[in-house]
């Protein structure tokens, strides 16, 4: 696919739907470079169109993700709700970190489960949406945390890169 | 499927007393490790398929490594010999994640341990002193000097581990290093059979659940009561794999070189169905409907109720 050629434009495909309109912000920054190994905090990292995210377990080139012998578009950034997290504290009585849910930007604000199909910013880069993220059982024999029901159709966002760039906390995540 | 395992170099190397070697394992690039719990286990991937597990002695709380104690054993099937003859700092290994650790409990506790078996209370020690409790006694008895004594001084100099050499004493009496702890206190003990044995005769009548008794063997996967052992028979290419009560099928068929599509190893992705012909699956799965159920499982969460299973295969 010629991620330059997708990059040209911001119109939201048509088959998307109705648009969605919002401004979110970046909450937390994380990375890891080997599947299993724990999740870094980071203050910005930097995403490159079509392949990843710099240092990051699915870069292309790396290939070290649990899933990397699968490769998908959708695995060069994902995306969560810290809304989520609330959501697990405040109905399920489970404390679960943006450091846990190994996604790699925790945003708030963003209604995540709208915008499969869609292109937004996150800070100055391009993503588009692939699908939305399946909660993963192994993500609980890292944790020791029963996280897997409460994170079903609420485990977060795939995405591809189209325009790259460094995203930092607190940048804004917006529709088009 | 993608091996649930880890790539880890041994970052150090040291001999740990007779026929004992130590060994310091960490992320290639020094990340982070997936944690542990004290007293918890490490699955070694060595070469030949052998797959050989051991106890973390190091304090949870150091995140960057495992360390592991190994005995040679001269006997035993060839892993502990490999590690103690082969593997030297720089090498790289396959390793699992953590997995199990001791029950711990808010109070007094104390550890016996015979020789090598002090490994797994070492963790459990370092982690309980951490946290500022006192009332913690590990007594290790050993012929001649203990392995990991350089681990084991620190709480001895703290007063709070006693080392029993039986080349130069007498062997203490269990119940003399259990009564501190009678009425109030838990008791763990890891060591040869002979000990265990002394000790489960010592603690007969103390609450099951402050009694804590730590094998030479990997701990038992959890499985439902209805599970069993069962062996999976491939309907089409006639082969037959054993497959422990509570044991992912999907890990079995990969450890026999079959490989079918999986991803959310949780039972709802569906990804992983495999028709089945004969036996009683246990399905477990929150994907597939009732009518679905009757041909198909998905081999990811599907275990056996009887002591055999057909797939499509």
Same mark, same amino acid.
């Given at each position: ?55 990051? &377990?699915?870069?292309? +080139? ?19 709700? %810290? ?9 399920? +009585? ?15 604000? /963003? ?57 930092? $906390? ?7 | 499927? *993608? ?10 190397? !040291? ?28 699955? %070694? ?49 396959? $390793? ?48 001649? !000097? ?6 084991? !001084? ?39 059979? *002979?000990? $265990? ?35 999976? /028979? ?53 994907? %597939?409907?009732?009518?679905? &159920?009757?041909?198909?499982?998905? *081999? ?9 299973? /057909?797939?499509?295969?």
């Amino acid at each position: 696919m010629d991620v330059q050629e997708l990059a040209t434009g911001d119109a939201t495909p048509a088959s998307a739907g109705p648009a969605t309109s919002f401004v979110g912000v970046v909450r937390f920054l994380h990375i890891t470079p080997r599947a299993f190994l724990p999740m870094r905090a980071m203050p910005e990292i930097t995403l490159v169109a079509g392949k990843g995210i710099e240092g990051d &377990r699915y870069m292309v +080139g790396r290939e070290e993700g649990f899933y990397s012998d699968r490769p998908e578009d959708g695995r060069q950034i994902t995306l969560f709700e %810290l809304e989520t997290l609330d959501a697990m504290k405040r109905d399920c +009585g489970v404390e679960f970190g943006p450091e846990e849910h190994r996604r790699n930007v925790t945003v708030e604000g /963003v209604p995540l489960n709208h915008l499969v199909g869609r292109r937004f910013r996150l800070g100055e880069t391009l993503l588009e949406a692939t699908r939305l993220s399946v909660p993963c059982r192994h993500i609980e024999e890292i944790t020791g945390k029963a996280v897997f029901d409460p994170l079903i159709n609420r485990s977060g966002l795939n995405c591809r890169i189209l325009s790259g760039g460094i995203v930092r $906390i607190g940048d804004t995540v917006r529709s088009l | 499927m *993608a091996p649930r395992r880890m790539r880890a170099v041994v970052a150090a190397r !040291a001999e740990a007393g007779e026929g004992v070697a130590a060994f310091v394992l960490k992320d290639p690039d020094g990340w982070e490790l997936p944690p542990f719990r004290p007293g918890a286990h490490l699955d %070694l991937y060595l070469p030949g398929g052998l797959v050989r597990t051991y106890s973390l002695v190091n304090d949870p709380a150091e995140n960057d490594r495992y360390v592991i104690a190994v005995k040679r054993e001269a006997q035993g099937r060839g892993g502990s010999a490999f590690l103690c003859d082969r593997l030297a700092a720089g090498d790289e290994i396959g $390793i699992g994640l953590p997995r199990g650790g001791l029950p711990l409990g808010p109070q007094p506790q104390v550890f016996i341990a015979g020789g090598i078996g002090v490994t797994p209370f070492l963790s459990a020690a370092s982690a309980l002193v951490r946290q500022g409790r006192r009332d913690v006694m590990l007594h290790v008895i050993a012929r001649g !000097a203990p392995p990991l004594a350089e681990r084991i !001084a620190p709480l001895v100099a703290a007063g709070l581990a006693q080392v029993h050499d039986t080349r130069a004493g007498l062997r203490p009496l269990l119940g003399d290093l259990l009564a501190p702890f009678a009425g109030t206190g838990a008791a763990a003990c890891c060591g040869p059979a *002979a000990l $265990i044995d002394a000790f489960e005769a010592a603690t007969r009548d103390w609450p099951a659940d402050r009694v804590h008794v730590e094998r030479f063997v990997p701990p038992p996967l959890e499985a439902p009561r209805e599970a069993q052992d069962y062996r999976l /028979v491939l309907a089409r290419t006639g082969g037959e794999i054993a497959v422990p009560a509570g044991a992912s099928m999907l890990e079995a068929l990969a450890a026999h070189g079959i490989d079918i599509p999986h991803s959310c190893c949780g039972g709802i992705c569906g990804l992983c169905k495999v028709g089945w012909i004969e036996g009683v699956p246990l399905h477990r799965d929150r994907a %597939l409907s009732p009518q679905e &159920r009757e041909t198909s499982l998905l *081999a990811c969460v599907a275990l056996s109720a009887g002591p055999r299973l /057909v797939v499509d295969l």
